[in-house]
């Protein structure tokens, strides 16, 4: 595993307080309001102004969440700056630290502007992958970040009780390339879950399915997302049920909401075994063995933790677990039991 330098560590979490400053500086003008709204017993910032002889409102996030809270409480405080991120941007990237492509770039500031991580949706898959070099501060390799598609998640019941909604993803996408088009979907011809564009760049909207496995591979209709659709998964409600902030070194930074490493790196393990394309199936476990190495160091509570949520989900996830496991290279296997031992013998 190798670390980045902690000059480099100190720019990427500059960079991140920045992104996420601008981020609502860019969702919020300066002669709106923000309010606060109950719903089911919890509180959430809205943002309300006037637009001619209407009043506008716009979801933002629980109250409960202090970076939330935070930022509007020193709105009123915060400017953007462009150049200074950009300027930390491009530091980042000579240092060695992952950058997206052109367009998966593009998508993800897309996507970022119309609103999807704000009516908090995740950023999955390989692109995700990329974000963590950053908040642990280590170097992620190149074999791993390979990717030739963007993969977005949301919970239905949060799409479809948020309140708020995107424009259509095909539209978002068709601003960026006009030759993205709808796939069909097999189980439901009119709902499509998948964009392509003429160079087989691929985009695709997951939720989770927690459901009877009759529903697999039916198409959810996401309110959130205009009524698009979604590909329910198995397994996804784990990956994205806890979260958090990054930001991909494209432009200025993309503040991105992605699942917590320790999640990401154990949900790997799972899907590596499901697989039936090899390929992504070895990518899938080189991803989770970075991971590993660095969590055991940096978050070994947390890794542990996703380990046994998992773990105690029952015996078919115990099963993918153990096979995925035994996937990883012997160095690997023997970190992740020791991280495991020792956590044991702390809590005992």
Known sequence: MQEIDLATQTMFAELLQRSLDAEFDTEFRENGTFI???????????????????????YVGPVADKSITDRVTRFADIKSSFKRRQTLVRALAAAGLPTPDALSGAIIEAMWKAGFFRLRGVLVGTLAF????????????????????????????????????????????RSLDDTFKAVANINDPFVSTRYRNSRD????????????????????????????GAQPLRHLDFLIHKTERSVLLHGGGLPVTVPRAERFAVHKLIVAVERVDQA??????????????????????????????????????????????????VEAQAVLSEVIKRQRQRTK
């Open 280 to 329: 992504k199936s070895m990518k899938d476990i080189q991803q989770a063995q970075v991971l590993i190495e660095a969590l055991a160091t940096r978050r070994p509570a947390e890794l542990v933790a996703a380990w046994r949520t998992a773990w105690d989900a029952g015996k078919r996830w115990r099963e993918k677990l153990e096979a995925g496991r035994q996937r990883l290279s």
């Open 130 to 173: 990329q974000a963590y070099a950053g908040p642990l501060g280590v170097r992620l390799g190149a074999r791993p970040l390979m990717t030739q598609d963007a993969d977005f998640a949301q919970f239905w019941g949060v799409s479809e009780n948020i309140g708020d909604t995107m424009p259509p993803p095909l539209d978002v996408l």
């Open 36 to 58: 606060r709204k109950k719903s089911k017993n919890r509180l959430y910032w809205h943002y309300q102004w006037r637009d001619g002889d209407k009043t506008r409102n716009k």
């Open 201 to 228: 760049y691929m985009v695709d909207f997951l939720t989770p399915n927690r459901g009877s496995d009759a529903h697999q591979g039916r198409p959810a209709k996401m309110k959130a997302l205009s009524g698009a």
